[in-house]
């Protein structure tokens, strides 16, 4: 499964995902793009998990139609050391997802 870590999250919590292919924005070059194009692109690259802090993504986007888990994290602060208490229970979702599953939900972690 392939993970895309959105620029609202410090980059270097992608260092804790074990083996999972673990790719930023940034390291993908899409800085900037908006969420809709994100997305696309983040689908079309066989992208299986967006992690965000962006509470605000599933107002401003369709998500219904999606093939791609959003992980929304909604912590008190947008802190790498709030996110990282986060981790395990982000490794949790992605381990019990369905493998040949077309995932359509979202989530929110408090």
Known sequence: ???????????R????FGDYETFTVKDMEWLGIKNGKLLKLAEENGFTFFITADKNLKYQQNISNLRICILVLNSIDNTISIHL???PK????IDNVQRKTVIKN???IA
Not at 3 to 10: F, G, K, N, R, T
Not at 13 to 16: F, S, T, W
Not at 90 to 93: D, F, M, N, V, W
């Open 13 to 16: 919590i992608k260092n804790h």
């Open 106 to 108: 979202y989530f929110e």
């Open 85 to 87: 208490k986060l981790i």
């Open 90 to 93: 982000i490794l949790e979702i």
């Open 1 to 11: 499964m392939k993970i895309l870590i959105d620029e609202s999250l410090d980059v």
